[in-house]
């Protein structure tokens, strides 16, 4: 069904007068058919019925009831809408459902992806209702035989059905199962005749393509066919218009802007964007918002690469995978994304994937990620399964949602990557088959030709992961990377896998900071069919890093294990990423999984389920800065210094290094002015800076070692701000435990405070507590011999004056400010 283009028109949401009705599957036909003294709750629209059941009380979403197994009832009586020609837009129907204008039927839906628009004549005497069938007599039913089952979903009749795995996947997130009108109800009334848009509704086939050239000049393209007689248009964009043509079925107009803004990712750039408007008859009409970016995938000369390049320039992707900003309501708008998109854009992450067992999300989504400067991965949302391409009416709902899907997002410069899904490869390779049965047609045919056909700018992947001799091999193409991980490998293992690029990498259950051992294994995720969860996982790195029992540690010295907890899974990240991002790596990105919690507990999220970010996210946080300075660990020849500089202006820099023993004495220092180029990076072997050889990564082993830890700090040569800093345990972090003393002083400057922290010695994992505020940079190192400035970001226009403690793993001190 084609979706119209309301150029000039009124859209109104039908977001209030709803009603929630649950009854037994099938026990109605119609809306006359449903009993006068039904129990009727408030409904959210858009929104889910596990949303309204929650807001009545009815609902736990930590004891979570099925939703699969009854009808519900939809009802909003249009009393208030005009009588008239009119358009009712379904964005999204969550999945089964039947929708009814009086009695009538007016539509019947069974895809969750897809949008629907009905022609209708109102008389506002109607009331719309929707009926949403219970899903599980359809999961039950029996399709074509599959070749693999994952044991991933509980439900394997998924595979038949086009709506979201949330809800289907125990032991990944909580069993709330996707019902309702998930998208806006909205009502699309035609311009009055005096307009002069007024013969352009409805127009189809919106086209729009916002590119950069190779000159770093603009072309923008737009067309559309119509129906009604020619017109007088004009496109218009930075000052800059066009008249279209029209060859009797379409209009279409092209733009060349030299002078314009690229858009760029944020850790390279601004995210300048643009307002394109169609001039009808003089009167202007807002069609988009876009950027003017250039996008291609350098695969390598082999094939096996694979490195994102956005306006000529190779940009290391990091982020995390995306899972939802509430598995009950499922939001689309705005306010339920903005506060999670500004927590990515402020860790430095420059990359969200959206994987193939979520959902598609809103256009708002894609609107803060073009403002925000985030490019989006998209996974189309097929996982694991062995999906029935033979079926053509199965094939009807996959094209329908995917073509649609690629008209919404076309003007977004953020969406960088189309993928045709995840761990569907993988998921058959793991068990054995030839690669001719799980190299899908649907992966490798169909879903490329849509994306040619739509978005021919976008690179497609065929799946997450692919491209090595086998699927899940690291080393080639895409790939998922849990050797650091799930598979306990040794941080080594980080350089050694030669990954290419990782869609996901790094699960770890991560601890909040007020995460405490009470609630057992409550939200610790777990893989399905295995004795292990990623709690052990991270008990493993505890272990390895910190060199203790961690089972001991638990029940003996139970808030010294939650200290290193919080701790252990940042460490491991940050050290994973300084391998990935040094020059020479074979790395050209990684993300890591996953963004967000999606129900309480220590999960896999680096932000907890209330948005409150977890100590893992501010150490991904010093991972991704643009400004960085990396060490790299060479064995026997020696420990090598890492420079970066991806933002678009040259740096003057000091670079600073020193080796301390007992944390407290530099045995050894150094001491280099630079200027680091815009978008390069600078090697240095850390003996340059002392001018003769030292052990500086205890490779020798001459004697017994003479130092502990060793700091490089990098500061800006103007401001001596302090930009960056890399820290190197030669022995271990065990071994560089020290009971720092701790200066803190609180500093308010305009509206703002900040703390100035200073050390007579190495403290490690510092801990800022400070209620009603969030830290700019937490459980960072703090090395003597500089003051550390963090800000405190009020959390709320109540907060007052800061108050809190700070503490270290090192010892049991506290210093309160």
């Known amino acids: 069904m084609s979706l119209l283009i309301p150029i000039g028109s009124k859209t109104s949401l039908l977001a209030e007068g709803w009603s929630l009705a649950l009854t037994e599957p099938g026990a109605h036909t119609l809306p006359s058919d449903l009993p006068t003294d039904l129990e009727c709750l408030p409904a959210i629209v858009p929104g889910t019925v596990a949303a309204a059941l929650e807001a009545a009380g009815r609902f736990d979403r930590d004891n979570p009831e099925p939703l699969i197994d009854r009808d519900a009832w939809y009802r909003c009586p249009l009393a208030g809408e005009a009588p008239g020609p009119a358009i009712l837009r379904f964005a999204g129907l969550a999945t089964v459902a039947e929708v009814f204008l009086g009695e009538t039927l007016i539509l019947s839906s069974a895809g969750m992806f897809e949008s629907h628009d009905v022609a209708v004549e109102l008389t506002g005497t109607e009331t719309l209702s929707i009926c949403f069938r219970a899903l599980k007599p359809h999961l039950e039913k029996a399709g074509p035989r599959a070749r693999w089952r994952p044991r991933l979903m509980n439900q394997q009749g998924l595979r038949l059905i086009r709506t979201t795995t949330l809800g289907s996947m125990p032991g990944w997130c909580p069993e709330v199962h996707a019902v309702g009108p998930w998208r806006p109800v909205s009502v699309i009334r035609p311009p009055a005749s005096s ?12 086209a729009v393509s916002a590119t950069l050239d190779e000159r770093g000049s603009g072309l923008l393209k737009v067309s559309f066919a119509f129906d009604g007689p020619p017109r007088d248009l004009r496109l218009v964009c930075n000052g800059t218009e066009a008249r279209f043509a029209n060859d009797g079925e379409r209009y279409s107009a092209e733009l060349r802007l030299p002078a314009i803004k690229p858009w760029w990712p944020h850790t390279h750039g601004e995210p300048a964007l643009y307002d394109v408007i169609l001039q009808v008859d003089g009167e202007g009409f807002p069609l988009v918002r876009t950027g003017f970016r250039s996008l291609k995938v350098d695969r390598g000369a082999d094939g096996d690469d694979f490195a994102v390049i956005v306006n000529g320039e190779k940009i290391f992707c990091r982020g995390a995978v995306w899972t939802s900003a509430d598995i009950i309501k499922l939001p689309g708008g705005r306010a339920g994304y903005e506060p999670w998109l500004r927590l990515a854009r402020d860790a430095g992450m420059n990359m969200i994937r959206i994987p193939g067992i979520a959902t598609y999300e809103g256009p708002e989504f894609f609107a803060l990620c073009d403002e925000l400067g985030l490019l989006v991965w998209q996974d189309l949302m097929f996982a694991n399964f062995d999906y029935p391409v033979a079926d053509p009416d199965f094939m009807i709902h996959v094209k329908t949602e995917v073509g649609q899907f690629l008209s919404a997002t076309q003007a977004s410069p953020s969406l960088a990557v189309l993928c045709g899904g995840s761990e569907i490869y993988q998921q058959g390779a793991m068990l054995g088959l030839p690669e001719r049965i799980w190299k ?43 050797g650091v991980g799930a598979y306990k490998r040794p941080l080594e293992d980080a350089r050694r896998a030669n990954i290419r690029f990782a869609a996901e990498c790094l699960a770890f259950s991560n601890l909040s900071d007020s995460e405490t051992l009470v609630g057992g294994k409550s939200g610790i995720p777990r893989d399905a069919g295995v004795d292990w969860d990623f709690e052990d996982v991270r008990d493993h790195y505890l272990g390895k890093l910190y060199g203790v029992d961690p089972q001991t540690l638990r029940s003996q010295q139970p808030e010294r294990y939650l200290a290193l907890s919080r701790a252990v899974t940042g460490e491991v990240m940050e050290a994973a990423f300084a391998e990935w991002r040094r020059p020479g790596s074979t790395c050209n990105g990684a993300l890591t999984f996953t963004f967000q919690d999606v129900m309480p507990g220590p999960g896999w999220g680096v932000v907890d389920v209330d948005r409150t970010p977890k100590p893992a996210w501010f150490a991904l ?42 944390g407290r004495m530099a045995v050894v220092s150094g001491r280099r002015d630079l200027t680091l180029v815009s978008r390069s990076s600078e090697s240095i072997a850390s003996t340059d800076l002392f001018g003769a050889f030292f052990d500086t990564n205890y490779a020798y082993r001459f004697g017994p070692p003479s130092h502990d830890v060793t700091m490089a700090r990098l500061k800006h040569a103007q401001t001596r701000e302090i930009l960056a800093e890399a820290f190197h345990f030669p022995l271990g972090r065990a071994h560089a435990m020290h009971d720092a003393e701790i200066t803190v002083s ?44 963090i800000r405190l970001v009020a959390l709320s226009k109540a907060a007052g004056r800061p108050q809190g403690t700070i503490r270290s793993l090192g010892g049991d001190r506290t210093t309160r400010f």
């Open 195 to 206: 307009s002069p848009a007024s013969h352009l509704l409805p127009a189809r086939e919106f």
């Open 746 to 789: 609180v500093v308010e400057s305009g509206a703002e405070f900040w703390l100035e922290l200073s050390s007579d010695g190495f403290a490690q994992s510092i801990s800022i507590e400070c209620a009603d505020y969030r830290a700019s940079d937490n459980g960072f190192h703090l090395a003597p011999g500089a003051i550390r400035r």
């Open 440 to 482: 899908s047609p649907l992966c490798e045919e169909t879903l490329p030709a849509l994306a040619a056909d739509c978005r021919p700018d976008l690179p497609y992947v065929a799946n997450s992961p692919s491209g090595g001799a086998l699927p899940f091999y690291p080393n080639a193409g895409v790939a998922h990377y849990y």
């Open 621 to 662: 946080k010093r991972a991704f800065r643009p400004v960085q300075i990396l060490f790299a660990d060479e064995g026997t020849n020696g420990l090598d210094i890492h420079l970066l500089n991806e933002t678009p202006a040259d740096l003057p820099l000091v670079l600073e290094l020193a080796c301390l023993r007992d």
